[in-house]
Nanobody, 122 residues
Framework: QVQLQESGPGLVKPSQTLSLTCTVSGGSITTNYYYWSWIRQSPGKGLEWMGAIDYNGMTYYSPSLKSRTSISRDTSKNQFTLQRSSVTPGDTAVYYC??????????????WGQGTQVTVSS
């Protein structure tokens, strides 16, 4: 069974870059035809899809976030990563990685990690 696990710092200072890693086990991130997404949830708000990387390494981003968001992968480690630059307190959220057979994911209908809390504060 496919399992996903987020990892990275829980506290990031404003203006710095947030980097998170999703480690996948039980399945390959190169398997046709899956998409590997990052989703976040801020306090009192719903799930916000940030972007995804597909089985070939092509990336897709939410238009509202793409200017400071980057997703990449390391197939040798079966991992994909999220980088969010110049963060503000508005980036405080629980961050999830997920697998789906579609690009945009906003519901828990697929395989998700447990999530990791990230707080942006000085």
């Amino acid at each position: 069974q496919v399992q996903l696990q987020e990892s990275g710092p829980g506290l990031v200072k404003p203006s710095q870059t947030l980097s998170l890693t999703c480690t996948v086990s039980g399945g390959s991130i190169t398997t046709n035809y899956y998409y590997w997404s990052w989703i976040r949830q801020s306090p009192g708000k719903g799930l916000e899809w940030m972007g995804a990387i597909d089985y070939n390494g092509m990336t897709y981003y939410s238009p509202s976030l793409k200017s400071r968001t980057s997703i990449s992968r390391d197939t040798s480690k079966n991992q994909f990563t999220l980088q969010r630059s110049s963060v503000t307190p508005g980036d405080t959220a629980v961050y999830y990685c997920a697998r789906a057979n579609r690009i945009v994911v906003t519901t828990r209908d697929d395989c998700w990690g447990q999530g990791t809390q990230v707080t942006v504060s000085s």
